[in-house]
């Protein structure tokens, strides 16, 4: 590959709402006009997308009859077939309203919450209709400023209350689709309920049928909460939880900027594409990113391009790691086991547990033990930095 030109077998997505960003900011109003959703997936399409997809509204405003609805899905459909593109995810917006300022699944007024579910599962038909296979959840104002507010218990009970009702409508309708659920530590909220893969995935272990849910990490949620996100990210392939992923830049510590992919740590980034590419991921490479304020339209489609030109980059990156014979021989070499250790601890038995137990250790020789990863990572940075 020497032009690192997307194919749709990349399975490149972005959503409606990223190349459709105007750039508005909590300190400044739009920079750049509204982007119709046919347009952009027409020009995705060009660039070498797979696909687009979308919350609810950003397709169908929140406000609009169903002869609108209908009309405005028509033209959309019509788009997607003449440019080849399709909608692997949707998810429902339940936080841009005033009604979901303290909350949609999780708040305390009932009434809401029945106004969310509803919402959900008429997003959930127009998903379905658009042939989405996965769901996402992103719980942007389930959290608190204020602990006075709710009981974190009687949330999560709310919670878990909601998606098992959706979890059922899915099967009941026949759409068969896979729930994920985004983590995010804060921002809009000042704590968000369910912060991190981790806490995702022990939330779904309670609900009525786990099976159907998963995770969908982002870079920038792990990353600005100084969170390692490779290891959120492999924490979530070894559950086969993984359903969707969120690819973006962020730097740690700030709000959440959902930078072009690559644009921050470029070392983290090719781990994350490395995993990625390594574990046999076959689901979408979702560009969860938006261009700086800075730019007009083609700055937008610029940006556009450099997500998915770096994430080819990094794979051709990986690629060459696996196969750089140094690399790889100190890889090996730190994992060796001449005398089959590691076979008395893949399965417990009484003899493997004597045999542990027999085993006499110089731990001041294992102590004194280098194990060569300084130049390991060197030897990594000068790949990436393509030097090597």
């Not at 992103?138 to 204020?146: A, D, I, N, Q, V």
Request: with cysteine.
């Amino acid at each position: 590959m020497s032009n690192y030109t997307p194919q749709k077998s990349d399975k490149f997505t972005f959503g409606l709402w990223t190349v459709g960003n105007p750039g508005r900011d909590p300190f400044g109003s739009e920079v750049r006009p509204p982007m119709p959703p046919t347009k952009s997936v027409r020009k995705l399409s060009e660039l070498g997308a797979y696909g687009v997809n979308l919350h609810d509204n950003d397709l169908v405003p929140i406000d609009a009859t169903p002869a609108q609805r209908d009309s405005i899905v028509k033209e959309f459909k019509q788009a997607l077939n003449e440019s080849g593109m399709v909608v692997p995810m949707a998810t429902t917006n339940l936080f841009s309203d005033p009604i979901f300022k303290d909350g949609a699944f999780t708040s305390n007024d009932p009434v809401v919450r029945a106004y969310a579910l509803q919402k959900t599962m008429s997003a959930m038909d127009l998903g379905a209709e658009l042939g989405a296979g996965v769901y996402v959840f992103w719980g942007g104002r389930e959290g608190t400023e204020t602990d006075a507010s709710k009981d974190a218990r009687d949330s999560m009970k709310r919670f878990r209350e909601c998606l098992n009702f959706l979890a059922e409508y899915d099967l009941d309708q026949g759409y068969n689709m896979k729930f994920a659920l985004e983590p995010k530590p804060n921002e809009p909220r000042g704590d968000i309920y369910l912060p991190t893969v981790g806490s995702a995935l022990g939330f779904i272990a309670t609900l009525d049928k786990p099976e159907k849910f998963g995770v969908n990490p982002e870079f920038a949620h792990d990353t600005m909460a100084g969170l390692n996100f490779v290891h959120a990210v492999a924490q979530a392939i070894d559950a086969g939880k993984l359903f969707h992923i969120d690819l973006n830049g962020q730097k740690p510590g700030r709000y959440d900027q959902d930078y072009r992919f690559g644009a921050e740590d470029l070392k983290a980034n090719f781990f994350l594409v490395k995993m990625l590419e390594d574990s046999g991921y076959s689901g979408m490479r979702h560009f969860d990113a938006h261009a700086y304020r800075t730019e007009d339209e083609e700055g937008v489609w610029d940006f556009a391009r450099g997500c998915m030109k770096t994430y080819l980059i990094l794979k051709e990156k990986g690629k060459q790691w696996n196969e750089d014979a140094e690399i790889q021989g100190i890889v090996k070499n730190l994992s060796a086991d001449t005398g089959n250790i590691s076979s008395l601890f893949s399965s417990y038995s009484k003899e493997n547990a004597s045999k542990i137990t027999a085993m006499n250790v110089d731990r001041i020789a294992y102590g004194k033990k280098g194990y060569g990863y300084e130049k390991l990572d060197q030897l990594t940075t000068e790949l990436v930095l393509g030097v090597r």
